[in-house]
């Protein structure tokens, strides 16, 4: 069964929030990379995004410490850093 879960994208001064399914943090952000992908190519230069979201598919979320069902993960493109907040989200 899958969870639904909110993404949280701080980049170049921008908070961008969108939600995804999956079985796992993990696989959740997958999809969110899949899908983001294609909405953020109008906002940023191809090369940038296609750079973003290839990072971001290595990486691995990790846990805040003290905090139940939120992870994170961050990269880089060149010298600009971009940080995701992924929360497990209840739904209504």
């Not at 296609?50 to 990790?62: R, S």
């Not at 410490?65 to 971009?82: D, I, L, M, Y």
């Amino acid at each position: 069964m899958s969870s639904l879960y909110t993404f949280m994208l701080e980049f170049r001064g921008g908070f961008y929030i969108s939600q995804y399914r999956g079985r796992s943090p993990r696989e959740a952000l997958r999809r969110w990379v899949k899908g983001e992908s294609r909405t953020l190519t109008g906002q940023w230069h191809p090369k940038i995004v296609d750079t973003l979201f290839a990072n971001f598919l290595t990486e691995n979320p990790i846990a805040y410490e003290g905090a139940v069902h939120v992870w994170h993960a961050r990269t880089s493109v060149g010298n600009e850093h971009a940080l995701v907040q992924i929360v497990a989200t209840k739904e209504a």
